[in-house]
């Protein structure tokens, strides 16, 4: 319980200061991020840069700030769609049961067939770089994770006698899934949003590296590890400063992740 | 068996035809005239007319839908836009890389993620168990592209030791070829194994915890014995279902690391078919994902059939 | 001969040592029979499993627990798993759960054999479907799995695995207690029958009273970890003395359809114990004296802990 207490605290302030160098970067960064400096470029760390510069000149620092930015707000509103449609979805599914239950789980089947991030690739491609298609794309496949996971812890609180007791009552499906069922289920979703959110991160910067995600000139994690990989030759460490920011991102959130299950269910807690 | 195979291959014919109803609508749905992508911005509306007659995209929908279907039950992937040529034929050369590529990276996986997920539950709490743990909780936060970047970076600059990119081809012979995906098959393969060395000792954990792996010691049997002939089989069913899961991922994977590693594989196709807008790759690619996927998860609930014997129940 | 003398158990909980069992004392010879009996918590589970050494980890064992003039407790874990099985058998109280559900029931069965001697499968096999055969379930495929049998056919299952090997002893931890009443007879005679046929001594562990005075010569009760009346189980039965025993009998579903009465209270967390007599809170007869701990001493035929046992006239 101590070491697990332990990856709660580590979880969230690393999640935290991701958050707060996001913030950060919207008012200030160290040099304006899109600001191209070619006599300075590929320099390495130094007091002035203390990550160093890329192929442009641009400072690293401010671009890893401002990548947060985008990264999370990217993978924020992805989340927000995702846990947004799909948890409607399978709650409503878990209330009605039948066929509604038996056709919610079979599309949600169907829509995990497709590799997620190839659709987003295909998806984004298609319709459009972009930060907007990206979130879009990823938050469609968030849909069927949040209904699942819903609909599943869902359906065994209305399992419960306090549902029945509710039903008798005169309560109808909504009003037992607002008071009784979704209270039940948070810790659940809370838990799978941290998860999704660390996946959302990963996704996007996948997207932006292979240059469907954030644009250009706007920074993005993705494209500086693109970017990087052209000088990986000349100017390594450019590869591993995004990098870097990415796993410390999706570690911070995963630690969150675990740390909140095992203080918010305490039936998960064994066998760990 | 035979009731619950029927059954089984039953529901895996109707996913997959649901799964080519939606990649088909789905593109249709989206912007992008493949004619005028070929022709350029100064075609004439009548040349357009004349090329879209010509790659049957003027035809109704559903008669496009049924002749792409009809042609796929016998094996027929259609003519690419862009190539002229079958689609089966660029398929299978990409499929002869990205295929051995998957099938590496899964082995790698599973090879590393089991007996270190084991061990890790049977010392539970111990200083392995704390080290693996700890180490598979940064690997699982590792996406996989960087760790691509970082191995070229550690194996193929600082250390002359592997190609950094690229893929000679099976003619240069096997282990030539086998030499070009091992950096592109540990970036895939290290942070599923994280992930699939955490589920298999959670499994394990609890396996131990059951009356049956008592039952087994108050026989006799030493503590391996018990570990390795009661606990580990029980402990296999989440770990398959999640094998089979991760094939996907992995599939997806494959996409941005086939991009990382210019290897030329289906993630390349797909890249290149989209942007070219070369519909019928698109959607033969995504089915045929799609429809590997389907299949995995197929073999992935026979195989827990196999294991699992309240699972063959028909019904089950 | 199988020797208990004066076990104890402590497991760590919440950082420190408690005592969950202490100064349990038996003998149990090779045709003879004991049984341990007492409520949830009072220790004799724990008492198997520190026979059979499968105390779960972090538990501290003390006493001696002597196996023809050797200490079981003292044996490295090699020796001990030659022990758990072949001299020692055990039945365990979850015929659901105790059945590993991948592996047909043969297999199961067999398993000891092929532990403890140099068989090949096919004698293992064959001596298991004996096995199958003895126990009553003759009829059933070596085939089948756990899950296609019944509670009652799975704990024949069980006791057949644990007598593959002949056992001299065998430990029955509860074995009817998930059962159905009618099958519980039956498995209670099949256990009966079984010792009888094999010689082999049976420690017999239930909450049933019932149980205890149809099974076995000798009888322990038990209570918050420490014994409180032993003797023959006639004797016991015949003239009880410790307050505890007599709640435990008015406790049980009697078969003349007298209303059960139920021991108000619960047994005390190991944790917090009483000083003295650990049953002394849910005593009526409790008194000053109860506040330091009672000796076992003699009363009539049998033994008893208590300053103000109740002697019937």
């Known amino acids: 319980m101590r070491l697990r207490s332990r990856s709660l605290v580590v979880g969230a302030v690393i999640s935290a200061t991701m958050v707060s160098v996001a913030g950060v970067s919207l008012a200030w960064t160290p040099y304006p991020p899109t600001a191209i400096d070619i006599v300075h470029k590929l320099a390495a760390p130094s007091p002035t840069h203390p990550f160093g510069t890329d192929h442009l000149g641009r400072d690293v620092l401010s671009m890893i700030m401002a990548g947060a930015s985008s990264s999370l707000s990217v993978a924020l509103i992805a989340v927000v769609v995702g846990a947004g449609l799909g948890v409607p979805l399978g709650a409503f599914a878990a209330a009605r049961g039948g066929w509604i239950d038996d056709l919610t789980m079979r599309g949600c089947d169907l829509a995990f067939a497709f590799p997620a991030l190839l659709t987003a690739v295909m998806i984004t491609a298609l319709a459009g770089p972009g930060a907007g298609n990206a979130m879009l794309a990823i938050g469609i496949f968030n849909i069927p994770v949040f209904a699942r996971i819903t609909r599943s812890a869902a359906r065994q609180v209305w399992g419960r006698d306090f549902v029945l007791a509710a039903r008798t009552a005169g309560r109808g499906d ?12 948070a810790p659940v979703l809370v838990v799978q949003i941290t998860i999704q959110f660390a996946l959302a991160i ?31 030759w000349r100017a390594p460490l450019l590869a591993v400063f995004p990098g870097v920011a990415i796993t410390l991102a999706v570690l911070g959130l995963n630690l969150l992740g675990d740390g909140l299950q095992d203080v918010l269910d305490p039936r998960l807690r064994r066998g760990r | 068996m035979l009731g619950y195979l029927l059954r089984r291959l039953t529901i895996l014919l109707a996913t997959l035809l649901a799964a080519s109803l939606v990649v088909f609508v789905v593109l249709q749905a989206l912007p992008g005239d493949p004619a005028a992508l070929i022709l350029g911005t100064g075609a004439r509306e009548d040349t357009l007319a004349a090329l879209r007659h010509q790659l049957g995209l003027d035809a109704p929908l559903w008669w496009r839908y049924a002749t792409w279907i009809g042609g796929l039950s016998v094996g027929d992937l259609g003519t690419s836009f862009t ?23 899964i ?3 599973t090879l590393i993620a089991i007996p270190v997920g084991v061990a890790a539950a049977a010392r539970r709490g111990g200083a392995v168990d704390t080290g693996v743990m700890g180490v598979a909780q940064i690997g699982v936060a590792l996406p996989n592209f960087w760790l691509g970047l970082l191995l070229i970076l550690l194996f193929a600059i600082r250390l002359p030791w592997l190609p950094a990119s690229g893929f000679p081809g099976w003619d240069a012979g096997a282990w030539a070829g086998f030499r070009a995906l091992i950096l592109p098959a540990v970036a895939l393969a290290l942070p599923q194994a994280a992930i699939l060395a955490r589920v ?53 994977g494959t996409v941005i690391i086939e991009n990382v590693f210019t290897l030329p594989g289906l993630g390349r196709l797909v890249f290149q078919a989209i942007a070219q807008r070369d519909l019928i790759v698109v959607q ?31 019904g089950a | 001969m199988l020797e208990v003398k004066d076990l104890g158990v402590a497991l760590t909980m919440g950082g420190q040592s408690v005592p969950v069992l202490s100064g349990v004392s038996f003998v149990l010879d090779r045709g003879h029979s004991v049984g341990l009996v007492g409520e949830s918590g009072s220790g004799k589970s724990m008492t198997a499993l520190a026979i059979m050494g499968l105390l779960p980890p972090g538990a501290r064992v003390s006493g001696r627990i002597v196996l023809d003039g050797r200490d079981l407790l003292a044996l490295p874990e090699r020796e001990m798993c030659a022990v758990r099985g072949r001299r020692i058998g055990m039945v365990f109280q979850e015929p659901m759960t105790a059945l590993n559900p991948l592996q047909p029931i043969g297999a199961q069965v067999a398993e000891p054999l092929r532990v403890h001697f140099s068989v090949t499968r096919g004698q293992a096999n064959a001596r298991a479907k004996r096995l199958l055969e003895r126990v009553g379930l003759g009829k059933i495929s070596p085939h089948r799995y756990p899950h296609q049998l019944s509670g009652g056919q799975r704990q024949r299952v069980v006791i057949a695995a644990a007598l593959a090997c002949e056992p001299d ?55 918050a970890g420490r014994v409180v009346e032993r003797g023959p189980t ?56 109860c506040a330091t701990m009672p000796p076992l001493i003699g009363v009539g035929a049998h033994a008893c802990a208590c300053f103000n046992p109740r002697i019937a006239a």
């Open chain 3, 234 to 289: 006639a004797g016991v039965f015949g003239a009880m003395a410790h307050p505890y025993t007599h709640a435990l009998f008015a406790a049980r579903p009697s078969e003349s359809g007298g209303r059960p009465v139920a021991i108000a209270g619960q047994v005390p967390d190991p944790l917090y114990r009483p000083p003295g007599c650990a049953f002394a809170p849910r005593c009526a007869r409790v008194r000053d004296v």
């Open chain 1, 174 to 185: 909504i009003g037992i899934t607002v008071v009784h069922v979704l209270p039940n289920i």
């Open chain 2, 200 to 252: 298999t000792r959670a499994a394990v954990i609890d396996t131990l915890g059951e009356d049956f792996v008592r039952t087994a010691r108050a026989k006799g049997l030493t503590r391996r014995a018990a570990l390795w002939r009661h606990a580990v089989p029980n402990a296999l069913i989440p770990v398959v279902t999640l094998i089979g899961l991760q094939f996907s991922f992995l599939l997806a």
């Open chain 1, 202 to 232: 990963v996704a996007d910067a996948g997207l932006s590296y292979v240059g469907l995600g954030t644009q250009p000139p706007f920074p993005s994690w993705g494209r500086m590890l693109n970017d990087a990989q052209t000088f990986i």
């Open chain 2, 284 to 314: 033969d690619l995504v089915v045929l994902l799609a429809g590997s996927v389907i299949i995995v998860n197929f073999i992935v609930d026979l195989v827990a059939a196999w294991i699992d014997p309240r699972l063959r129940r028909v």
């Open chain 2, 107 to 109: 082995a790698l996986s």
């Open chain 3, 169 to 223: 002893f065998l430990v029955a931890d509860e074995p009817t207690t998930a059962l159905d009443v009618t099958v519980q007879a039956q498995i209670l005679a099949l256990l009966a029958e079984l010792a009888a046929e094999t010689g082999m001594g049976l420690l017999l562990i239930t909450h049933d009273l019932g149980v205890v005075s149809q099974t076995v010569a000798d009888v322990l009760v038990m209570y």
């Open chain 2, 83 to 105: 190539y002229h040529v079958p689609v089966a034929e660029l398929v299978r050369q990409r499929v002869l890389v990205s295929l051995p590529l998957a099938a590496f990276a």
